[in-house]
């Protein structure tokens, strides 16, 4: 970890018996860069997590990675990429699979990258599975750990890209190992006991270096926007009979309602969006209908505070205050978005009803914690010095320093959300 330091003298000139006295006060801010870190990436697992956060399945890159993980306190000096080839006996049967990602393997190799190499067998039923990857990927950590810990390797932590279950050993065995292991991943990693950072969906489109403009929070405005004016909008059918599925202009994707009829796969139809359902995923999909509902199947409300990463307080058009689910960034004090009436789960932003945004709530960055409050939370600074609150329910300490996202401005200074335990 590296750490510059601005020091700020005065001098006071004090005679005494003819001795100039002179003190001396330092006022120093530290701005720390990065920790060095190696990355391992777990490409099928961040692949959906991509798809659950900006809708678009993708594999994560080299550079996407490395870029990404900078935001979050991490230089990543080594990408470790783990992925699977078909394996000889169902190479012809994987043939299209296997060339995906012998492509993808090229790839990774050409930017720097290094491949944990898995096999894809084909089970008797069809089903196509990727074996050995997880154990590739725990090898990796548990010899990373003993590298850092007996000082053979400038990496002093491990960030694992990977909400997988079956890595925790190889991290619990880093933990026990007191070498600094971060898991990180759009859900769920902050209620397991290991050290974590919550990426947003944002970082995903980093991470995969998809094409610009492709957010998970641009795509739930739009879909917000739509099912708010339920007017009639141009969709193409892509599949057919159960399995069909509707594709809109702007990325969003929607399944029909029950009882339409479709065209033909690559026909344009016209619909209303009328509900929207919560797959497991994070992204919400349209219901689409041939008519408008003859009710809404939504309230508004007026965000009123960010109250945890995935949570928001919000105010209902009753005047009711509630608290609804909402991924990290995406929203700020002052904006309207639309909750789900059937889940009381928040859609999305409506951009036309919002306020004026004085910050970015999906720039993640590093505080530093100058002091813990009496009543929870912290004083911190960011890199700039600039001073703020930071909100966490977890137990940090003065110097600590900690992922955060922005989540408001007040008057005395910007409010943080902690997104990771304490970093290095």
């Known amino acids: 970890m590296r750490v510059t330091y601005n020091a700020r003298c005065h001098f006071v000139d004090r005679s005494s018996a003819g001795c100039t006295l002179c003190w001396v006060i330092v006022d120093w801010r530290a701005s720390t860069l990065s920790v060095v870190a190696a990355a391992i990436v777990d490409s099928r697992n ?11 399945r993708a594999t994560p890159t080299v550079p996407g990675v490395r870029a990404a993980m900078a935001r979050y306190g991490f230089d990543v000096a080594e990408v470790h990429v783990g992925l699977a080839l078909a394996r000889a006996k169902d190479r012809q049967a994987l043939a299209r699979q296997h060339a995906n990602n012998e492509a993808y393997r090229a790839r990774v190799l050409a930017d720097g990258g290094h491949v ?36 053979r390797s400038n990496v002093e932590a491990i960030i694992v890209l990977s909400k997988d279950i079956d890595l925790q050993p190889a991290v619990d065995y880093a933990v026990g ?3 600094p292991i971060f898991v990180g991943a759009l859900d769920v ?25 492709v957010s998970g929070h ?50 344009s139809v016209s619909l209303h969006p009328v509900d929207v359902e919560f797959p497991p995923s994070t992204l919400p999909v349209l219901i689409c209908d041939e008519a408008p509902p003859s009710l809404p199947t939504w309230d508004t409300a007026v965000v009123i505070q960010r109250a945890a990463p995935m949570a928001l307080k919000v105010k209902l058009a009753g ?29 999305g932003r409506l951009p036309l009803l919002s306020a004026t945004r004085l910050f970015d709530p999906d720039e993640p960055l590093v ?23 930071l909100n966490t329910n977890q137990p940090v300490a003065a110097g600590q320093r900690v992922a955060a996202v922005q989540v408001d401005l007040k008057s005395r200074g910007p409010v943080w959300v902690a997104i990771s335990t304490p970093l290095p």
Not at 46 to 56: E, P, R, S
Not at 189 to 213: C, D, F, M, N
């Open 177 to 179: 190992s007191a070498v």
């Open 319 to 347: 005047g009711a205050n509630g608290r609804v689910h909402f991924p990290q960034g995406g929203v700020v004090p002052g904006d309207t978005v639309l909750v789900h009436r059937a889940t009381g789960r928040a859609v």
């Open 116 to 151: 944990l190499l898995g096999e894809l067998h084909q089970k008797s039923g069809g089903a196509v599975e990727e074996k050995m990857v997880d154990c590739a990927c725990c090898v990796r950590i548990t010899r990373f750990v003993d590298e850092i810990a007996f000082k």
């Open 367 to 389: 505080v530093r914690v100058i002091s813990k409050l009496p009543r929870g939370g912290a004083l911190a600074a960011d890199s700039s010095g600039r001073r703020g609150l």
């Open 189 to 213: 990693v902050q209620h397991r006991p290991h050290p974590y950072v919550l990426l947003g969906p944002h970082a995903y489109a980093e991470i995969t270096q998809s094409a610009q403009g």
């Open 46 to 56: 961040v692949f959906h997590q991509a798809g659950d956060a900006i809708g678009l």
């Open 218 to 267: 641009s795509l739930r405005e739009s879909l917000a926007s739509m099912l708010h004016a339920g007017s009639a909008e141009p969709w193409t059918v892509r599949g057919a009979g159960a399995s069909a599925t509707l594709v809109h202009r702007s990325g969003l994707r929607a399944r029909p309602a029950s009882g339409v009829v479709l065209p033909a796969s690559g026909r």
